[in-house]
């Protein structure tokens, strides 16, 4: 197919997401390979946002790849009230990947419904109804999981699912709590937290609902201590501790999931993404044997046609086994560690514009202002059209020499797949150091 065919079919008949439809105009892509996709006249991409942060694997495993098409010529589908081997397996891979009793996976086709499907597990075994998620959040965008997001994205929703309280979480670089320390902000994040839940009533809070890492809202890396301290406070008033690792899990933060950098045991943990890289639909909860005995003899109250379907589980088995045999979760954390930190360090001693750079992982934010001294961003929040001219240029020059980026506000995230090469990673800040200069043009400090 041509693609102006392609682009006309999608011009006149797809409903993009997110979108005023007759505002864009969706570049055509033609192929994908390891870290690059490219369009119809072969330019080709540094894939740096890895599409929407979910393609942890690299574009077109080939193994991935041949197991979808063995277990498509073996069992395409079968509904989820029978037991499938590909499903019982995936299943246990998870588990087993989880930490503490987290010992059964209810899946989803995505990331909401996982979101969705840990808060109904939540209310029905707590028989309470409030959650308690954070500003600077995205959980999807169903009606429960957009209600709980605490980005923009949930204004044009509301009024939006009863029952969700938003609560500041830490970011030291614009502290809401105005400290000055790591420990400050976890201390005083704490402190508001807990009050939160008293003046809420917390015999009315089913939930904590948490990234682990919050992902598109910033890359904000819980201070040391916060994660455990959300765990006691769960722990001291009965509320079930619901980490969200869609984003922020299967490798993406250097580990199979993200709080195993910080040893924390949540009640339920959302995956969907990194779990086999997008190439079918997938998501789930993985839930605590506390909660799952809740619903031993008394029904679960949901349900999904797609739940565990053979494809995308089989995909899921596939993806867990070859992130095992080639080390991808270590080689995301040592390409973190070894070449991203000290290369966006060089970035930001050189370019003026650049805040603060953060992460871990192959999870990065450069965040972009006008004056280091007053921190004013390079971009209000939330900025659109010519408000966000700055960015848009940025984004702009990355593209025009070969490196999609990923960018929200006032950040550019570097979130190529977990598979990427020292040398990919130093090619894409090369192009990004000439990007920045862009945003060195707008600084005023
Ligand atoms: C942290 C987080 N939670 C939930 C979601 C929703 O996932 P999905 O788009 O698969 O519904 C996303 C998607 O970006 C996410 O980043």
Known sequence: M???TVRADDR???FHSWSAQGLIDPLPVKGAEGSYFWDYENTKYLDFSSQLVNVNIGHQHPRLVAAIQEQAARLCTIQPAFANDKRGE???LIAELAPGPLNKVFFTNGGAEATENAIRLARGHTGRHKVLSTYRSYHGSTSTAIAATGDPRRWANEPAAVGVVHFWGPYPYRSPFYAQTEEQEAERALRHLRDTIVFEGAGTIAAVLLETVVGTNGVLVPPPGYLAGVRAICDEFGIVFIADEVMAGFGRCGEWFAVDRWGVTPDLITFAKGVNSGYLPLGGVIISDEIASTYETRPF???LT??????ACASAVASIEIFKEEGIVEHARAIGDDVIAPGLAELAEKHPSVGEVR????????????????REPLVPFNAAGAAAGPMTEVAAA??????????HFNRVHVAPPCTVSADEVRQGLSILDGALEVADSYYSG
């Open 2 to 4: 041509s693609e102006t």
């Open 398 to 407: 990355c593209k025009k020499l070969g490196l999609w980026p990923f960018t």
């Open 306 to 311: 797609y739940s565990g379907h053979p494809l």
């Open 301 to 303: 109250p949901g349900g």
């Open 359 to 374: 992460g871990l992982g192959v999870l990065w934010a450069i965040e972009l202002v006008r004056d280091r001294a007053t």
């Open 12 to 14: 006149a008949h797809v």
């Open 90 to 92: 995936a299943a246990r």
